[in-house]
Nanobody, 114 residues
Framework: QLQASGGGLVQPGGSLRLSCAASGSISSVNSMGWYRQAPGKQRESVATTTSDGYTHYADSVKGRFTISRDNVKNTVYLQMDSLKPEDTAVYYC??????????WGQGTQVTVSS
C-alpha cells in the first residue's frame, strides 16, 4: 500500500530524493515519516512530519535532510543532501493514521560510497 522509490548509489557529499506514495485505501493519515536500518543495527527514525505541521529530525540528519509531504497525492518525500557513508541503510517510509495504525513501505536501499 506504500510504494517507496528513489534510493541508489551516491558518492559522499551527493544528494538523493526519496518518495513514498500511498494507495487510495489509506486515509486519515496523521503522520508521515522515514526510518532507516543499517546492517546489524536497529531501525531508527530519520524524519517525521504531522498533519498539523510538526516536523522532527534525528540529530544525525539535521541540516542535511528535509522531509515534505503532499496531502493531495498522499505522498511523502525525503530530500537528502550532503550524504555521508554512515547514511547507508535501507530506508522505509511510514504512514500512521488517526487510529494509530501503521503502514510501511517495502524499503529502498541508499548506499553512500566512493
Amino acid at each position: 500500500q506504500l510504494q517507496a522509490s528513489g534510493g541508489g548509489l551516491v558518492q559522499p557529499g551527493g544528494s538523493l530524493r526519496l518518495s513514498c506514495a500511498a494507495s487510495g485505501s489509506i486515509s486519515s493519515v496523521n503522520s508521515m515519516g522515514w526510518y532507516r536500518q543499517a546492517p546489524g543495527k536497529q531501525r531508527e527514525s530519520v524524519a517525521t512530519t504531522t498533519s498539523d505541521g510538526y516536523t522532527h529530525y534525528a540529530d544525525s540528519v539535521k541540516g542535511r535532510f528535509t522531509i515534505s509531504r503532499d496531502n493531495v497525492k498522499n505522498t511523502v518525500y525525503l530530500q537528502m543532501d550532503s550524504l555521508k557513508p554512515e547514511d547507508t541503510a535501507v530506508y522505509y517510509c511510514n504512514f500512521r493514521n488517526r487510529f494509530l495504525v501503521d503502514y510501511w513501505g517495502q524499503g529502498t536501499q541508499v548506499t553512500v560510497s566512493s
